[in-house]
T-cell receptor, first 114, second 108 residues
Framework: GAGVSQSPSNKVTEKGKDVELRCDPI?????LYWYRQRLGQGLEFLIY????????KSGLPSDRFSAERTGESVSTLTIQRTQQEDSAVYLC????????????FGPGTRLTVL | SQQGEEDPQALSIQEGENATMNCSYK?????LQWYRQNSGRGLVHLIL?????REKHSGRLRVTLDTSKKSSSLLITASRAADTASYFC????????FGAGTTVTVRA
């Protein structure tokens, strides 16, 4: 079946612009996660959605970052007034119920802020 | 902040040799997971070991978990060129907290 998909695969933007990244999780997966991976580093947790519960936003680095998810489907991660330090690969993952299970990752969006 | 920390940072071995990497974490976990990342296939789940398990096998992979020491190890036996990748451990409460990874290079 289809895996997690993300779009765009690459995004180049100018400092100060807003960007929106999209994630389509695996159908039926109630939990959705966003992570950020800087070059040569591990993944940093950003935000977690579980069903209709309030999202866990504890990993968002600043108020320029926000994310939404409609029900148990698509999620968008928005970065406002982008900065050069926002350059990274943004990865989305979904799982059946919670992080106690294997997470299925999308291919990521590589964001470059000039 | 990263909770899982891998050691060594980089490892170079000959094809056919075994590769061992270690991971330490800081707080209580429900389980610990190992992932592999390479440019061709992105981030792929390898194995999950629950907090009440001590050892788990999957094909050429062997994972151990010592919750008293808050550490885990991943052994890849009879390595192949295709095993060249970065390996990450992820400590799991409800979200994954990754370390910086171990980069493994398998020489033909």
């Amino acid at each position: 079946g289809a895996g997690v998909s993300q779009s765009p695969s690459n995004k180049v933007t100018e400092k100060g612009k807003d960007v929106e990244l999209r994630c389509d999780p695996i159908s039926g997966h109630t939990a959705l996660y966003w992570y950020r991976q800087r070059l040569g580093q591990g993944l940093e947790f950003l935000i977690y959605f579980q069903g209709n519960s309030a999202p866990d936003k504890s990993g968002l680095p600043s108020d320029r970052f926000s994310a939404e998810r409609t029900g148990e489907s698509v999620s968008t991660l928005t970065i406002q007034r982008t900065q050069q330090e926002d350059s990274a690969v943004y990865l989305c993952a979904s799982t059946l119920t919670s992080g106690n299970n294997e997470q299925f990752f999308g291919p990521g969006t590589r964001l470059t802020v000039l | 902040s990263q909770q899982g920390e891998e050691d060594p940072q980089a490892l170079s071995i000959q094809e056919g040799e075994n590769a061992t990497m270690n991971c330490s974490y800081k707080t209580s976990i429900n389980n610990l997971q190992w992932y592999r990342q390479n440019s061709g296939r992105g981030l792929v789940h390898l194995i999950l070991i629950r907090s009440n398990e001590r050892e788990k096998h999957s094909g050429r992979l062997r994972v151990t978990l010592d919750t008293s020491k808050k550490s885990s190890s991943l052994l890849i036996t009879a390595s192949r060129a295709a095993d060249t990748a970065s390996y990450f451990c992820a400590a799991v409460d409800y979200k994954l907290s990754f370390g910086a990874g171990t980069t493994v290079t398998v020489r033909a």
